[in-house]
């Protein structure tokens, strides 16, 4: 079955620092993956999307990549900043359906 | 934000006595989903809507239901309510289905 890991350990970093989030995926090769940002108490809130024959995306500060071969996307935030901590989820399309599958999420603090 | 709102956003309820929940939108989306939220496992798919009358199985879609009689409502039914079935509930639409989500504030649901 389609599975996606993420890092279940949170990042702690410096603010100014790149975060540098990961996700891996086997057993499926999607058409799209996307990725959400999730605060405590709220439900998650779209970022960017990425489909397969993209290999990089960028939105002000914040870059994803996606390696079909390796099957994982990597998301930076560059400059990061207190109000970017966070638990970030990556989320691949389904069996080629209208279904998203999400994986478990990373958290993500900066340090002031 | 997009129109999309919970309700209730918390309740307490008994094990054994039936459940609904609403997600109501505004934004005339054709699809809309539900998900619940438990530590560990990240979202995961319970149903969903492709539209009016229109539905199908999520990834745990066993103890629930769900209707769509109108475009802009979609009601989750907990048939007989398990301390299991406690979680976070998150409702969320989509106007083409394989594009982004947008969330709601979610329901936050304890089973006694």
């Known amino acids: 079955s389609q599975k996606i890991e993420q890092n279940s350990e949170a990042l702690n970093i410096q603010e100014g620092k790149t975060a540098t989030l990961t996700c891996n995926y086997t057993n499926y090769s999607p058409a799209y993956l996307q990725w959400y940002r999730q605060d405590p108490g709220r439900g998650p809130v779209f970022l960017l999307l990425i489909r397969e024959n993209e290999k990089e995306k960028r939105k002000e500060r914040l870059k994803v990549t996606f390696d079909t071969t390796l099957k994982q996307s990597l998301f930076h935030i560059t400059a990061s900043q207190p109000a970017d901590s966070a638990t970030y989820l990556c989320a691949l399309e389904r069996d080629s359906s209208y279904k998203l599958i999400f994986g478990s999420g990373t958290r993500l603090l900066v340090r002031p | 934000d997009a129109g999309i709102t919970q309700s209730p956003r918390h309740k307490v309820t008994e094990t054994g006595t039936p459940v609904t929940l609403r997600c109501h939108q505004t934004?005339?989306?054709?699809?809309m989903y539900w998900y619940r939220q438990d530590p560990g496992h990240g979202l995961r798919l319970i149903h969903y809507s492709y539209g009016v009358k229109d539905t199908d199985k999520g990834e745990v879609s066993d103890g629930y239901s769900v209707s769509r009689s109108k475009t802009e409502d979609f009601l989750l039914t907990l048939e007989s309510a398990t301390s299991s079935q406690t979680s976070v509930y998150f409702c969320?639409?989509?106007?083409?289905?394989?594009?982004?989500?947008?969330f709601g504030p979610g329901t936050r649901l304890t089973v006694l």
């Open positions: 969320a639409i989509s106007p083409q289905g394989v594009d982004e989500q947008f």
């Open positions: 934004e005339n989306h054709r699809y």
